[in-house]
């Protein structure tokens, strides 16, 4: 190249599930087959009657067309009803924008908040594309530090010591990836009003909270939730169409206003057919959703009780949906050599502590969401057998 790139983007880390997705490569031929515990996606598909619905839109002409920037307005609305089920939120379509995924609407919140030398402030272990994202932008993330004894869970007094002139924003992911632990609603209500006093934002990313059974806040349900609180959710995991890039921001009209000039000239809106999915998704589908929440719940169940029976040198230190966060045996090396070399011998994929923060390169995040029940006691009998 005859040309400079952006020394901010140089200074990130390249995206970790293909690097350990290589790693598969250099096993030898005995390794047993793979377990994959390392990309959170559901196995399974969308129901049948989705997936006929979309079939059926694909072939109207209109569907291969722009909508507005923002999302058609009955998808959003079928949002709002959603919201007004799971949550009792008093929410209004002009507070929904629909995005290519719940990374978009991270993009957009973000950009829309912050300019480059401002503060972000993050839990962690936190979700690797959100420092990734702060970094390539010149945004600086400040770490609140993880306790393995509260789980990683936030603690308000920690975080209003983080808060500099030059903090936007608070940012939080519930249920957490990597490490599924559920932010109680009163501890997000006090981090809620520590942002208001401080006129800074709250941002939370509740991409899984489709599979926690309790009413994930009630946050939705002030009068002003928008002067503060800003939602990011996927759809991805909850209608499995991660590859549909299912994604939105809850926020303040004049803020998706403004991050709607970031929207149109990045990918103009979410595609049509994805809209359509998602409305059918919204207004049929909360059953299905509930009854994958179950099934999740039973794997997450299975993998902690085989996982914590005596004799296993790999420790829980902290699981919920879709995720265990685990801390391992071998002191002095780093998450990346160990899941390395449980990629190669083991045949197990995980993704190292390290890319979830700085310092937590003792630890492994297992994404259990990804395999069945049946798989379970073989994945937990190849940790034992490792140590
Ligand atoms: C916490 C969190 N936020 C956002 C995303 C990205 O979601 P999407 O695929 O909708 O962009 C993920 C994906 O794994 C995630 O774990």
Not at 71 to 76: D, K, S
């Amino acid at each position: 190249m005859r040309f400079s790139l952006n020394e901010h983007i140089r200074s990130v880390h390249p995206p970790p599930i293909g690097e350990v997705k290589g790693w598969s490569e250099q096993r030898s031929d005995d390794t047993p087959p793979f377990i994959d515990l390392c990309q959170a996606v559901p196995d399974y598909s969308p129901p049948p009657d989705m997936i006929a619905h979309i079939r059926e839109m694909a072939l109207d002409p209109m569907t291969c067309r722009y909508t507005p920037d923002e999302g058609l307005l009955e998808v959003r609305e079928s949002v709002c009803r959603r919201y007004q089920r799971r949550y009792f939120a008093k929410m209004r379509h002009e507070q929904v924008c629909l995005t290519c995924g719940a990374s978009a609407a991270f993009w957009l919140a973000i950009l829309t908040l912050c300019h480059a030398g401002d503060e972000v402030i993050l839990q962690l272990p936190c979700y690797f594309d959100h420092p990734m994202a702060l970094g390539s932008l010149g945004i600086k993330p400040v770490y609140a530090p993880f306790k393995e004894k509260e789980k990683g869970l936030p603690n308000p007094s920690v975080i209003s010591k983080l808060i500099t002139p030059r903090t936007r924003a608070i940012l939080l992911v519930s249920p957490s990836n990597p490490s599924g632990s559920v932010i109680p609603p009163e501890l997000l209500r006090e981090l809620y009003f520590l942002a208001q006093r401080h006129r800074i934002a709250l941002i939370i990313d509740e991409t899984y909270s489709d599979f926690i059974e309790e009413i994930p806040h009630d946050l939705f349900t002030l009068e002003d939730w928008h002067s503060t609180l800003i939602q990011i959710m996927s759809f991805g995991k909850s209608y499995a169409l991660t590859g549909y890039r299912a994604g939105l921001l809850a926020a303040d009209p004049e803020l998706i206003k403004q991050a709607l000039k970031i929207q149109d000239t990045m990918t103009v809106c979410q595609p049509r057919i994805t809209q359509l999915a998602l409305q059918y998704g919204l207004d049929r589908l909360d059953s299905w959703v509930e009854s994958n929440r179950r099934m999740m719940s039973l794997r997450h169940d299975l993998f902690v009780e085989e996982f914590t029976l005596p004799g296993n040198r790999f420790r829980l230190a902290a699981s919920g949906s879709f995720f265990a966060w685990v801390k391992h045996p071998f002191a002095g090396k780093s998450g990346r050599e160990v899941a390395k070399y449980l990629a190669i011998e083991a045949g197990i994929l995980t993704l190292p502590g390290e890319v979830f923060g700085p310092g937590l390169g003792e630890y492994l995040r297992l994404a259990f969401g990804n395999i069945q029940e049946k798989t379970i006691p073989e994945a937990v009998h190849r940790f034992r057998q490792f140590a």
